[in-house]
T-cell receptor, first 115, second 112 residues
């Protein structure tokens, strides 16, 4: 069975400081892992995807995530937060090897960026 | 290129009434998905269409929910009769032959 735990429902950072959004997963197989972002009144947008290639995945807008199998983690980071990063972020797991189907979502982390 | 659109953006209905949500996928995307997020919880899969056929409807909560995709273009999700626990945000996503699902902004359904 697959599941995702996002450890923080809310994260608040100052503009220009690092961002860390935590995610742990559970999967019976080698999973595909994603981070999606949702800005207010917009659809979810794919930030990045891991599918058993390089463990450090770079995404859009300066975000990256590292797959750590031993820790079953896929934390999202960004070196310097920007005001436009304020949004809700979802960690997602799929046991579909392509990651195209069977998405299981975490409960989301709302990121606030303080000027 | 237009993204996935959903209508209405917000619907408020009384318990026992019927509501129909609509999703227009990105043109040419054969795969269409419905998801639901109940307040405070995770987004959950409802069903998956490939063209007009239901590929997977394992996430549909009960028979009060009916999804259709006649002609393989837009899709509707009807809830009849609506119950209080049906309140939430309903997302639609579409996909072509690649892996990425493109999501719409969602329809917020409130049942009072």
């Amino acid at each position: 069975a697959q599941s995702v735990t996002q450890l923080d429902s809310h994260v608040s950072v100052s503009e220009g400081t690092p961002v860390l959004l935590r995610c742990n997963y559970s999967s019976s197989y080698s999973p595909s892992l994603f981070w999606y972002v949702q800005h207010p009144n917009k659809g979810l947008q794919l930030l990045l995807k891991y599918t058993s290639a390089a463990t450090l995945v770079k995404g859009i807008n300066g975000f990256e995530a590292e797959f750590k199998k031993s820790e079953t983690s896929f934390h999202l980071t960004k070196p310097s937060a920007h005001m436009s990063d304020a949004a809700e972020y979802f960690c997602v797991v799929s046991e579909d090897p392509t990651g195209a189907n069977n998405l299981f979502f975490g409960t989301g982390t709302r990121l606030t960026v303080i000027p | 290129e237009a993204g996935v659109t959903q209508f209405p953006s917000h619907s408020v209905i009384e318990k026992g009434q019927t509501v129909t949500l609509r999703c227009d996928p990105i043109s040419g995307h054969d795969n269409l998905y419905w998801y639901r997020r109940v307040m405070g919880k995770e987004i959950k899969f409802l069903l998956h269409f490939v063209k007009e056929s239901k590929q997977d409807e394992s996430g549909m909560p009960n028979n009060r929910f009916l999804a259709e995709r006649t002609g393989g273009t837009y899709s509707t999700l009807k809830v009849q009769p609506a119950e209080l626990e049906d309140s939430g945000v309903y997302f639609c996503a579409s996909r072509d032959n690649s892996y990425e699902q493109y999501f719409g902004p969602g329809t917020r359904l409130t049942v009072t």
